[in-house]
């Protein structure tokens, strides 16, 4: 309970009660279920720790799990220092079969009312009640759980989340479906009655389900069951278990911009100089896929007649302060020199007639890290985009596909994303001390510790921004990128979600839209950036929280723990004392709304779609101020705000008694950071904290401890400071204080 | 070779060098396969009739066929009486894998060009070379695979077809993936290459695969090859392999309505009142769901609030021509006298709160089928609508329910419609002596001799159009009943299309239109299904074709014959020798335009769709007729046609040399057909011939021979009759010619 950072030191709760509770549960292991006659209890829960919890049903040996390709082992200490909140009464009721057509089910029931959010990066909605989802790695459906990242992993309005921990195909009834033997299910109605005849009710086409029930073909199933005081403490548990949140290097969260497909050496530094030209922050150049000597399938050799010294080539922008991130696909091209070491260690199928490695193989991944660190890494590049590990069924490999490893089509295709993502963040760079910043197409369960984003092609931009609400639900980072918009309105609100996103990038090469193309645009997203530049001390400390504390910093309005709002309320709940912990202990009141998110921990994100310039806003609980002016916009009431009133600038709205630490000054780069000047700005009229973290910006030292970490609070009107821990220079200049509101 | 209702008859074709071949083929039994290494041949295929081989991968011991679930056996000696063409290079190359995890896969490889059609009921397209298809019965989706009747049957350009005789999921790859081991994988194309580099052709995003690769869930899989001398010919082997085509009762050929849900007996006769007012033919009545005492789920009793007295009722109606047909679906309601029987015979989940019989039980089906005949077939009924046994996935059982006689779910879900139609016709009406025609939202493989047609809620114009030559692929049968119009042309387009189907019913309630809404439209939907009963003759003798032989009655222009056209370049191919029998042997010239079908052997229906009154149609070779004037119109070329030209009459195009045998004066119900006469429409300059098929109409007598069978030969211009069989009464009058080309 004694590290600062830890969020939830602020909400003991109801301990006592759910003790009692636990030790009364009636069930018994191993028994027929209640109201499911023909399943069998989930016989043993382990506690993994502190609200973690895991049980095996059948057989699950030998398959693999999402857990076993996290980039780090579970922060069981962390979680130890959480609250130790009690299994659920669901998972403690879950049961399931074996079934003799080679399936596995299991069945988690629900409760009136009970709703299910999560199953990773979804683009349509977070809330799943009512909805089957069947889990696989595509890129191109929109909705029904085909996506980059079909994260099984589910959290329910009742306390709890539940991972299954496999690397199959999942399809998942959330409460759809009756049982014969249910003692739930509602009454039977009549759709036809005669006029005379009176119902139960209306007849309804999907009566209400009292379960989530989920199978996969196999023999056994690993499931791990989080429990916890809020959402946010559920979703901060599960990616405590896979390893804590990605910390990215400090140059990650500057401005990111990738050149034509076919752009030489020239050509890039040529574009560079045009952003310096017009005054456009910029940290990192994506290289398209013309870079290679051969691409789709690829090479990853250098195209030297657009890169006749990429070395030196790199070292210049180096100097500049600029890093290079180089597009790859996983399809490798007869041409590259690693291709006939490679062909015995992939897979029966081509994708483009390229090779498909099966990195579940060491030999195989220690041939692409030695490529890869020859002619990138030891140049100084940065990162990669990898491409194309998504796919629809008839680009990627068919389900029947086999490996030399034995590793089913299947699994290869769930997990392909985070193998690539493993071996090039483990073994490319925390094996050389520097960190990435990358992107990739897929990613899957319990990924939350890889520096890897996702993105993709072109989405609506709703659902782009209900991207960002999905991914904080599951572990894992959304980019919503601009590849064009169809106008300058769009531009502007789309830089403005992009801008307040995990990676601020723009890839608009293919509709060749510049920064500076939409000329009465331009100050705005010069604007736009530059705030995003200001706010990095805010951000990267968010940042070292997600790693930390497993807080996502970029996240759905379902994860705001509603410290703005008047406590009383559950200060009378906990005197009360409580009788049924799993009915009433969670205390959240749940704000589901996709078109709002919070970009760190005071910061909420009300974007103008598409080409508006107004909009409707539900505030939450609690005082809500104009970042620009910290003048009050309301209290849990409903606005209208508009583009205007911000000047263009990206709608944000602070947390009363908010601190928030950032830039006095927009930098061009990231490295011009060292030493700058920091002033927090405080909004409303109640005192508050924030911290301030600060390290080397680029290497692993900080997990030996290498870090500064501050706190501040506002006593009376004067900013004190605390200095949690001290390990790494100072990053940052002056310190002061700036009053909002007025 | 001696009956007369074989047009195989007409096409020897090549039958020696075929010999030659099947001796000289050079593959072994069980040995790895030349072009993937992973593979092994499939070991042995079984000669079952001429142009029928099986075989079997693995073990699918103790798996369900859907050829167990056909109506009756296969007709073996109708099918030897076929040409004896030998099994394809494509079927002798097949090879197989059993997977590690769990799946069986096959692969039938394919030669470049080579295309692949069918999969049963889809409303996209018939081609489905390049394209992935996941059966399952699915009424949702469109496209893809997902059906009403996902069959797993295709048929080869390269002159073959494959029944993959498994009732599970199967997920089929139609030349979709390359292998790494493949000889014929096109050469790699950097898709970004240097200006100055040549490439070796285009950068293709999906590479042409070279087979077929199909695969399920299990540990082995039954396959069933077919050969034939022409696309109609193999699909007639498949019906007939299957039992046969349906032989439908004549008045189900006349015409269908549907009444509103909640109508009582009452308002039924008065509707069919209001039918003879307008001088609308009408033979059956649909009663939807409002006929039962509960709905949704279902009691099978009658509602006597609407219904008091059902057995007088159905007696009117009979005495007057009318038959009756009953909506229903499979779950059944708490209130149901059979519910407490059937309750332990049904499966786990329920669906709208009905259980689920398991109706591979017998007692379960002799539970329904009691409580049928005591209800519905002895006061009359026809037959019935057996709706919502396709689905969603989430009306339907989970993929994870169990069913009482160990079936999956799956396997349920894919055959229920098959169950429920295989216990409604052997054993309520087949027992008795009665023919159904009768109407079901889901059939899958081998369902051909079921006399149920699929229907559905409503498509797009071209969707129904494309249903009708799909359908007649894969040996079902398909209604594009109408349920509503945009307008009073759309109306008459769509009037004109279910009336040239296999049912043709209006299914209209929900919308309240009538055949006489548009009242503008009222002659021509009059005239439209006058039509229909003019030309009942010739439809009952193509059913009549479709029973004994095979041929679909309603079918897609990929199993045009040719018959018009000039057959000199197949008698030179034949003359000069075949060396290669499977690369050449296959002398069908593939008309691929779902949006032109055939009604019989000679009728082509050209429809103009949605509200179009102005269309193209590309003709195949051979003279073609206008069906009213008997005007030539074209050969080989494409014209243009227009709903003025038909005097909004439905748009109908007449073969070189046809025959049709039509009533000279339509009729209000198909009971008043007996005794009336007959004129045998000439079209062209050709001579021809027509066969005409009668019997009584309604029972199975003729199978054991209770039918007449006379062709009638036009030889310099004098109608000569030959009497092939006499084994019944005869059914129509006079019989006079009348030329319609002058």
């Known amino acids: 309970m004694n590290n600062p950072m830890n969020r939830h030191d602020r909400k003991p709760l109801w301990l006592i009660a759910v003790v009692v509770f636990s030790l009364a549960f009636p069930l018994q292991a191993g028994s027929p279920v209640g109201d499911s006659r023909d399943l069998k209890l989930v016989e043993k829960w382990e506690k993994v720790a502190n609200g973690v919890f895991r049980t095996v049903v059948g057989n699950h040996d030998g398959e693999m799990h999402y857990s076993d390709l996290a980039a780090a082992s579970p922060k069981i200490e962390t979680l130890n220092r959480l609250p130790d909140v009690p299994i659920s009464k669901a998972l403690k009721s879950a049961s399931f079969r ?6 596995v089910l299991v069945r988690i029931p629900t409760e009136p009312g009970e709703k299910i959010y999560g199953y990773g990066l979804q683009f349509d909605n977070t809330m799943k009640s009512g909805q089957i989802v069947e889990l696989k790695v595509d890129h191109f459906k929109k909705g029904g759980g085909a996506t980059h990242a079909p994260v099984p992993f589910y959290i329910s309005s009742k306390g709890y989340g539940v991972l299954f921990n496999t690397a199959k195909y999942i399809k998942i009834h959330n409460q759809v479906g009756s049982r014969k033997d249910s003692k739930h299910n509602p009454e039977e109605v009549d759709r036809n009655p005669p006029a005379d005849e009176k119902q139960a009710g209306p007849w309804l086409a ?18 791990v069951g989080f429990t916890g005081t809020s959402f946010q403490d559920i979703v901060a548990r599960y990616n405590l278990f896979s390893g804590g949140g990605a910390m990215p290097p400090l140059w990650g969260l500057g401005f990111w911009h990738r050149t034509p497909a076919k752009y030489s050496a020239e050509q890039t530094a040529a574009e560079i100089a045009e952003f310096d030209q017009h005054r456009i922050p910029l940290d990192v150049i994506g290289l398209e896929p013309g870079w290679q000597s051969k691409s789709y399938p690829c090479t990853y050799e250098w195209q030297k007649k657009r890169f006749p010294d990429p070395g030196k080539f790199a070292k210049q922008l180096l100097d500049d302060g600029i890093r ?33 490695p099966d990195y579940t193989l060491p030999e195989a991944r220690q041939l692409l890290v030695d490529q890869h660190k020859e002619d990138h890494f030891d140049i100084g590049i940065s990162g990669y985009k990898i491409d194309e590990c998504d796919g629809y069924d008839f680009w990627l490999w068919p389900d029947y596909a086999t490996f030399p490893s034995g590793t089913s089509a299947e699994v290869m295709r769930q997990t392909y994303g985070m193998q690539l993502q493993s071996l090039m963040h483990k073994e490319l760079f925390v094996k050389n001390n520097q960190r990435t910043y990358s992107q990739v197409r897929a990613s899957n369960g319990a990924a939350s510790s890889y520096p890897f984003v996702i993105y993709s092609d072109s989405y609506g931009h709703n659902q782009y921004v209900t991207g960002l609400s999905s991914a904080s639900l599951s572990g894992i980072l959304w980019c919503p990128e601009i590849r064009s918009a169809r106008n300058e309105r769009e531009w502007i609100n789309r830089m403005h979600t992009v801008c307040f996103s995990p990676l601020a990038q723009l890839n608009a090469w293919a509709s060749k839209t510049k920064p500076w193309s939409y000329k009465n645009a331009t100050d705005a997203v010069r604007n736009t950036i530059e705030l995003r530049m200001q706010l990095l001390p805010y951000l990267y400390t968010a940042f070292a929280n997600y790693n930390q504390q497993g807080i996502p910093p970029v996240r759905s309005m379902l994860l705001e723990t509603g410290e703005g709002k008047d406590q009383s309320k559950e200060q009378e709940r906990k005197l009360d004392g409580e009788t049924d912990p799993y009915a009433d202990g969670f205390h959240q ?18 974007p103008f779609l598409n080409n508006s310039t107004k909009r409707q806003v539900q ?25 205007k009133q911000f000047n263009d600038l990206p709608p944000l709205l602070v947390k009363e008694g908010a601190l928030i630490p950032m830039l006095t000054k927009s930098v061009m780069r990231t490295k011009d950071i060292q030493g700058a000047a920091i002033e927090i700005r405080h909004y409303g009229k109640k005192d508050g904290t924030c911290q301030l973290y600060e390290d080397d910006g680029q290497s692993y030292d900080f997990e030996k401890g290498a870090y500064t970490l501050r706190t501040f609070a506002l006593e009376s009107g004067q900013l004190k400071q605390k200095i949690v821990k001290k390990g790494a220079k100072p990053l940052y200049g002056d310190v002061s204080l700036r009053q909002m509101t007025k």
Chains 1, 2 share one sequence.
């Open 324 to 356: 290079l991130n180089l597009w790859v696909n996983p399809y490798i091209s007869k041409h590259s020199r690693i291709y006939e070491k490679m062909k015995p260690l992939s897979g029966s199928h081509l994708v483009w007639l390229g090779i498909v």
């Open 589 to 606: 009141k749940i704000t589901e709304d996709n078109s709002l998110y919070m970009f760190g921990p005071d910061i909420l994100v009300a």
């Open 206 to 223: 999907l009566p209400p389900g009292d379960a989530v029930e989920a199978f996969i073909h196999g023999k056994g199933l690993e499931m």
């Open 619 to 643: 505030l939450p609980a609690g005082n809500w101020y104009d970042f620009y002016t910290g003048k009050l916009l309301g209290n849990g009431n409903k606005i209208t705000i508009t583009a």
């Open 98 to 103: 074996l079934l003799a057509d080679g399936k």
